[in-house]
Structures are given as C-alpha cells and as structure tokens.
C-alpha cells in the first residue's frame, strides 16, 4: 500500500508540464489525451482513436450497424470509425472511407483521399459505392477558430454538403449521423430532415466529453429514393 504523506494524498492523475515551446492550449490537450480512459481503452481494442467509441456507444443505444450493410464514412482519418464499421457489418459488408487526410489503409474498407466539398468528389464517391447505402456517417468538422458562432457555422456547412449528399446515396430505410455542434442542427433544416427520415434526434455518447461542444444528429428510416422528398 502507497503511503501517504502530511501534506495529502497524491493525485494519480498524469500532470504535464508546460514545454518552453508548447502552448498552454498544447499542453492542456496533452494532459487530457494522457488523463483520458478513452485513449487508453482505444489503444487496449486497436482503434485508432478515442472517436472509435462514440460510434460504440451511438450504436449500442440506437442499433445501427449490421452484418452485410454498405456505408460510407466522411470525415474517416484516422479510421476509428471506419475500424469498428468494419467489423459490424462483417462478412459480406462493403465500408467506404473518405477523407482530405492521408489515412493508412484498413483491411475490409475502401479509402478515398478528397477533399468532400471538390466538384468532383460526389461523383467519384458515388463510383466507389457503386450503389446505394445503408448508412451515411460523418464525423467531419471545421478547423476551429475558437469564435463559437464561426465555428458552428463551418461545421453547419459540412453537416448540410453531408446531408444533402446522403439523400442522394442513402437506400430507402437508411440512416444518416452526422456531427454538430452545440446550437444543434437549423430548425429549417430539421424540418426538412424529418419530412425525409421516420426519426430524428441529437446524440451525445459519453465518449464525447461534457465540455465538448459537438453533438451527433442522428436520423433513420429514409423515406426517400435517392433526393430530398
């Protein structure tokens, strides 16, 4: 047994110093990643990010991923979702990542290095699914700024192209999850979503830390056939 000593119990928790050339912001994420059972549980299964258990967690409460699905991924780099995507939908399921990062390849899933928003890239997208999907997912989101209104409005406009694209390629009862941030998603637009999906909602697994300001909307049974009805 660790003793204690006069001046208290020592804190288990990992402290890191502030580098001479590390900001304090650098350093504030750095004691998080080391601090974080996520990271740790993400290195223990092999996933590549602590990402990996948000979708884990979504699906564990909102039964989405099943053997034989065809999905694709936005916003895939690293791979954790792509990762746990490929395992669900095993043997005979088909996953197609995609991604303006470089990402290592991952056995059972196709990925697409593109920049989403190109001209280009829905077409080029659309060639690799080779048809319709179950599942559109996307964990894309802006580079911050740290001005909260600029930033959820970069990311609304990831979270609408992904929409948008997802009526296009989502086979009839298919779903579509989609990160936000907090302000959740335009009522406009979630008026829109629920003329197209059966259901509706906004997600936060605990995966997501509490001062995070992202959330998930999650959307299933698609009523359409390929663009908005």
Known sequence: M?????????S???RVKTAKKRSTSSTRWLQRQLNDPYVEKARAFGFRSR????LVEI???NPLLKPGMRILDLGAAPG???Q????KIKPDGMVVGVDILDMDAIPGAEILKLDFLDDDAPQRIQDALGGRVDLVMSDMAASTTGHRQTDHLRTMA???????????VLAPGGAFLSKVFRGGTEQTLLADMKRNFESVKHVKPPASRPESVELYVLAQGFRGEGGAQ
């Open 2 to 10: 660790t003793k204690s000593s006069g001046r208290g119990t020592r």
């Open 12 to 14: 288990l928790k990992t």
């Open 51 to 54: 990402a990996a258990f948000k």
């Open 59 to 61: 699906d564990e409460k």
């Open 80 to 82: 954790g979702w792509t």
């Open 84 to 87: 746990v995507a490929v395992e």
């Open 158 to 168: 990831l979270f609408e192209a992904a929409y948008a694209f997802a009526c296009e």
